[in-house]
């Protein structure tokens, strides 16, 4: 049948078996009944916009989708990758047409966009200045140098494009091009075996079970990608340097199991196996994975958050210090996810507030999150007359209204 001609009901049930998830589930989480969220699939009940908010959410779609409505407004995820990023991306570089750069000028350029990246607010306006020239430098050298002549021109280049598309896979994801994101984490693994670098083999195999994580229906896919590389790297290197890594592959099978509502099995694997790794690396951001003990506190509170035990998560969040942390994308998520667990608990005061501080901390990230626009869309619905107008005002600087 096709989708568009279900009721409501029926699109409901579809994206729940989509998904994997039982009517338990789903309704314990909604804060619903299993037997009310039957009827509604059996078109026996109409959801209240409030529940249907809840149910939207908890299937990772938007309530348009739900509804059946292409006017309604979307709070998917919004493509707004810059097009001079993508022509970038996808055309052709040849390297007689311009002189390959150094590789130290290419290493110095990629750390730098990455500082970028991971501390400033404004770091996709930022990002899209600088990346579609350095994508193309490092093209036009990785083609130049592949059978060079200086192995160690050669490997450092190779070194620099992996870790450039790293950080792109992350850019493509956050700007809504899943596609683009799988082949630039392709790219960063192939570059990683050019230089035969094992430590940077699995972090590009960690970004590729990251983009795969952002794909319903592939966690298992992502967390089996994850763990062959953690055994192939514990195999090869015994540093600390590879212990943060191992920890960060540790941590994409933390996320996969949470997801598919596997939380006990998410929680024995933070506490069996990443906590010693987190332990023994100490806080950094080896290939700019910002594992450390601190971040492994975060995957704690996310597996609550998931489970839909908002009491526990909070519980959690409050042992958990951001400060040092060096990514401003990882505080986002971290006050995202609290941001969720206050949603859970319908506490709707406290969704809003974080919400603001997200705005401050990182705007354009906040514009550009599912959740994120989610949560504001469900708190303009059922919003007080107290908040009522800082809740739209907020939706209506992310285009929701």
Known sequence: MDRPTLPVGGRIRHHRQRLGRTQAVIAGLCGVTEDYLSQIERGLKTPSPDVLTRIAAEL????????????????????????????????????LSTTPAAAHDLRSRVDDLW???QTSPTRFTEAE????????????????????????????????????????????????????????????LRAAEDADDPLRIAAASWNLGHVLLSQPGDEQAASDVAMRAADDLQRTLTTAEADAVRGALELVAVVADARTRRAWAARDRLNERVLPLASR??????????????????????????????????????????????????????????????????????????????????PEDLQRSPLARELVVSLVQRSRSTYRRQATALAERLSLL
């Open 129 to 188: 200045s600088v990346l579609p020239g350095l994508i193309g430098d490092v093209e036009t050298t990785v083609r130049a140098r592949r059978f060079g002549t200086d192995p160690t021109e050669r490997r450092e280049t190779m070194r620099a494009a992996a870790d450039l598309y790293g950080l792109l896979r992350s850019y493509c994801r956050r700007a809504g091009r899943l596609d683009l994101s799988l082949m630039v984490a392709d790219r960063a």
């Open 281 to 362: 690396a100490g806080e950094g951001n080896v290939q700019w994975t910002v594992f450390g003990p601190t971040n492994t506190e975060l995957h704690a509170v996310s597996v609550e958050m998931l489970d839909g035990d908002a009491v526990e998560g909070l519980r959690l969040a409050d042992q958990v210090d951001t400060a040092g942390l060096p990514s401003q994308e990882r505080k986002f998520t971290f006050v995202l996810e609290v941001a969720r667990c206050y949603d859970l608990r319908r506490e709707d005061a406290a969704v809003l507030v974080h919400l603001l501080e997200l705005e401050d901390l990182a």
């Open 115 to 117: 500082h970028t990246w």
């Open 60 to 95: 990772s779609v938007s309530v348009g989708t739900l509804l059946g409505d292409p006017a309604e407004p979307s709070t998917d995820l919004p493509r707004s990758a810059s097009d001079d990023v993508v022509h970038a991306l996808l055309r052709h570089h040849s390297a």
